[in-house]
């Protein structure tokens, strides 16, 4: 069974696989939107998905993939863990720390310039 969770936030989708509760649902939900929608970031477009095995003797039975753009970087975090919430705690971690990084490194005017002796603009916006 596969469920499409995209009421609040129609850039970012949740998904769902597998025996999944609404209440994992609406934790990862909150998680996400916490992680994701911060200011400061740029637009943020991509998919969650959250899956639960059918096997009762998986060591890990919860697995979460987000593919989420940041501005024009992509990010990939995936995660495993034996109860939902665990999981996603692990999967909010490590999404911040890559959108930290993402927003850190974002280039959309935010860089610096080139030094004059490498071929950058001088003060008066001359080059030589």
Do not use: F, N
């Not at 899956?51 to 992509?74: E, F, L, M, N, Y």
């Not at 995660?79 to 909010?92: F, M, P, S």
Request: net charge positive.
């Amino acid at each position: 069974m596969t469920t499409d969770s995209t009421r609040r936030s129609p850039l970012v989708r949740l998904r769902s696989d597998g025996a999944v509760d609404e209440a994992t649902l609406a934790y990862a939900r909150t998680k996400v939107d916490a992680v994701l929608t911060r200011p400061g970031l740029p637009a943020v477009t991509g998919e969650v998905r959250i899956a639960r095995a059918a096997v009762h003797h998986a060591g890990h039975p919860w697995s979460a993939t987000a593919d989420v753009r940041v501005g024009g970087r992509q990010i990939v975090a995936m995660a495993e863990e034996a109860t939902g919430t665990e999981l996603v705690d692990r999967l909010q971690d490590r999404l911040r720390r890559q959108t930290d990084k993402a927003a850190h490194t974002w280039d959309d005017g935010h860089g610096t310039t080139a030094p004059p002796w490498r071929g950058g603009a001088l003060q008066d916006g001359v080059s030589r």
